[in-house]
């Protein structure tokens, strides 16, 4: 697996995990390229971080993804390494008939179906990559659910499995899968959780994070759960009830 030198494409680059992992491919001079849906947002990010390149492009929409894929093999000759990390979460009681229907259908299509979507338009790049990579971006929620997020940790748990799946399926095309399962990190998304002190969940910072991926990156792993998504991974087998109320002890979130 090569480095440096590579042209990385990352999905929700322009905040958070997304953008933390952008700097760290930059760091390793690597071409990296970042999307999302708010302009504004991508153009504040190269004033101060000039050397990466933005694009506007909305994971959810096909007509979005054909184009960037489309543009991107013409700009930089196709890319190495794909990395599904645009997300959202929203905080749903599932007993109130008055909860967003159409926000929890958008979360699956951009959580769930998008990186496939990016997969389907991006494989014939990959395909031609010398040392071709793709990484989505889960959750350690893949492995014990959040109640107060019932479909963002459904999301997530789908996206684990076709991981686990399509792995096996890529590897005679010489494409490396990998995923990176975060615990709480520090960001807009977690920060619209309803986390309290008392529920031991200590965020963790972004740029911790892209550090302790890196160096598992670097060490070829392919599965990689930092911080207490490890610990959910291995309570999820040893007592998936105990470690299930543990995390949640208040299922309902507040002002549902
Ligand atoms: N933070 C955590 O505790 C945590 C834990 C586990 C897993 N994760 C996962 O890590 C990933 C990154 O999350 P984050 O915490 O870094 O969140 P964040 O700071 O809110 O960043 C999300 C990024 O995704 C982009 N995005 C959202 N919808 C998009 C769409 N339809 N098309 C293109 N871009 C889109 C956002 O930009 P726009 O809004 O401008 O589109 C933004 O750049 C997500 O997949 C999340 O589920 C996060």
């Known amino acids: ?17 997304g953008l933390a992992l952008a700097h760290k491919f930059s760091n390793q001079n690597n071409t990296v390229i970042i999307t999302g849906r708010d302009l504004t947002k991508l153009e504040f990010i190269k004033v101060s971080f000039p050397q990466v390149h933005v694009f506007q492009s909305d994971v959810s929409k096909d007509a979005d993804v054909r184009i960037l894929a489309k543009t991107i093999q013409e700009d930089f000759g196709g890319i190495d390494i794909l990395i599904n990390n645009a997300g959202v979460m929203n905080l749903v009681d599932a007993g109130n008939e008055l909860n967003d229907l159409s926000k929890q259908m958008q979360e699956i299509e951009i959580n769930y179906n998008s990186p496939i979507r990016m997969l389907h338009y991006f494989l014939p790049q990959l395909k031609r990559s010398n040392n071709p990579v793709l990484m989505n971006v889960s959750s350690g929620l893949a492995y014990v659910p959040f109640a107060q997020a019932p479909v963002y940790s459904g999301t997530k748990s789908a996206l684990h499995f076709w991981t686990l799946g399509i792995r096996s399926q890529l590897k005679r095309h010489n494409i490396k899968v990998v995923e990176l399962l975060p615990p709480v990190v520090d960001t807009p998304l977690a920060q619209g959780a309803d986390i309290t002190e008392t ?8 740029e911790k994070l892209a550090d302790i991926f890196w160096k598992d990156f670097v060490n070829g792993k392919e599965e990689i759960a930092p911080g207490i998504s490890k610990q ?3 309570m999820s087998r040893l007592g998936p009830k105990f470690i ?3 995390l949640n002890k208040r299922p309902i979130p507040r002002n549902n």
């Not at 697996?1 to 995990?17: C, D, F």
């Not at 529920?199 to 972004?206: G, T």
């Open 244 to 246: 299930f109320n543990q």
């Open 1 to 17: 697996m090569r480095l440096s030198n590579q042209i990385v494409l990352i999905t929700g680059g322009s905040s958070g995990i």
């Open 232 to 234: 959910l991974k291995l």
């Open 199 to 206: 529920d031991n969940l200590k965020p963790m910072s972004p």
